[in-house]
């Protein structure tokens, strides 16, 4: 059985400014608008289709993307520049530091409504010498 991630819709206030606020961050384009969805494609062709929906109803969910060192440095710069508070770890309890796991680098930051989102140049378990999480 083969089965992929085709897409997934991530709630906002206003589809929009989230959708542009991905494709800044991650260097993305938007790709389509489709009824009341504005989607970003990531590389492997998975879509975040963005809906807006009432701020009352968003519950924070963690996206992370698994990023080169080239695409890390360029997030990097981006939400630096853009004074955004990053963490080396998913409870933020180290800001404006980012981590080294597994060998590579992550951090995470937040999106306008709250979702905490992640960038990574290594995946998980994959080696490397420090490890926290």
């Not at 389509?32 to 924070?60: C, Q, R």
């Not at 004074?83 to 597994?102: F, V």
């Not at 995470?108 to 979702?115: L, S």
Request: avoid cysteine; charge should be negative.
């Amino acid at each position: 059985m083969s089965v992929q991630l085709n897409h997934t819709i991530v709630h906002s206030r206003n589809n929009r400014e989230s959708a542009e606020f991905y494709a800044h961050f991650l260097g993305l384009e938007i790709s389509a608008e489709w009824g009341p969805f504005i989607a970003i494609e990531l590389s492997n062709g998975v879509t975040l289709d963005f809906a807006t929906v009432p701020a009352e109803t968003i519950a924070a969910q963690h996206y992370a993307f698994l990023v080169t060192e080239e695409d890390f440095d360029g997030i990097f710069q981006r939400v630096e520049g853009a004074g955004i508070t990053y963490y080396a770890d998913p409870h933020g309890k180290r800001p404006g530091e980012i981590n080294r796991n597994d060998g590579g680098r992550g951090m995470y930051f937040m999106d306008p409504v709250g979702h905490f989102l992640e960038a990574i140049t290594r995946p998980y378990g994959s080696g490397g010498e420090e490890k926290q999480k």
